[in-house]
T-cell receptor
Framework: DVKVTQSSRYLVKRTGEKVFLECVQD?????MFWYRQDPGLGLRLIYF???????EKGDIPEGYSVSREKKERFSLILESASTNQTSMYLC???????????FGSGTRLTVV | AQTVTQSQPEMSVQEAETVTLSCTYD???????LFWYKQPPSRQMILVIR??????QNATENRFSVNFQKAAKSFSLKISDSQLGDTAMYFC???????????FGTGTSLTVIP
């Protein structure tokens, strides 16, 4: 069964900490995405990558960075966590153009 | 810019009945893809149905079907014979033909009542 695996299901971090959210896919997909999900706002794109070492800003990149050193792994980095980054974070991957997205189970991050 | 609007934050339906979830979108593209995703309480996003805009025929997947009105930029999801397992958040999404980025609506929370 193909998968997108997010390293943590729940995470609690302190304000100012550097936070790493990891995502791994086993489908050899070119495209990988990080979304933030908040009630009433749906899914908002933070960053996406269409190739190794390539990245594109989404709609809300401020306060975040990403890393894609290998095709299967896409990391989201919160440089200095703040309470307004408390949210659900979803990773997804897709192959080619128009390919359906396969999502991870999400990481619920709480910043205290 | 592409926008996707789901105007029904919450809906409920009796088990075995039919329900329709609405979605409209705005784009200047002529060819694109449209999707409905389901997110149950487990949080796992699951693809329900996919439609290519260049295909006039509405997509169907078992109890799930869409009413795609390209001129009206409308893409509604019909769930027939609703089951308790259909209780979930449903998201409508858009993707450009030449792109790889999803644009999501804000979601509709559907509850199936026994």
């Amino acid at each position: 069964d193909v998968k997108v695996t997010q390293s943590s299901r729940y995470l609690v971090k302190r304000t100012g900490e550097k936070v790493f959210l990891e995502c791994v896919q086993d489908m050899d997909h070119e495209n990988m995405f990080w979304y933030r999900q908040d009630p009433g706002l749906g899914l908002r794109l933070i960053y996406f990558s269409y190739d190794v070492k390539m990245k594109e800003k989404g709609d809300i990149p401020e306060g975040y960075s990403v890393s894609r050193e290998k095709k299967e792994r896409f990391s989201l980095i919160l440089e200095s966590a703040s309470t307004n980054q408390t949210s659900m974070y979803l990773c997804a991957s897709s192959g080619g153009t128009g390919g359906k997205g396969t999502f991870g189970s999400g990481t619920r991050l709480t910043v205290v | 810019a592409q926008t996707v609007t789901q105007s029904q934050p919450e809906m409920s339906v009796q088990e075995a009945e039919t329900v329709t979830l609405s979605c409209t979108y705005d784009t200047s593209e002529n060819n694109y893809y449209l999707f409905w995703y389901k997110q149950p309480p487990s949080r796992q996003m699951i693809l329900v149905i996919r439609q290519e805009a260049y295909k006039q025929q509405n997509a169907t997947e078992n109890r799930f079907s869409v009413n795609f009105q390209k001129a009206a930029k409308s893409f509604s999801l019909k769930i027939s014979d609703s089951q308790l397992g259909d209780t979930a958040m449903y998201f409508c999404a858009f993707m450009k033909l030449t792109g790889n980025q999803f644009y999501f609506g804000t979601g509709t929370s559907l509850t199936v009542i026994p």
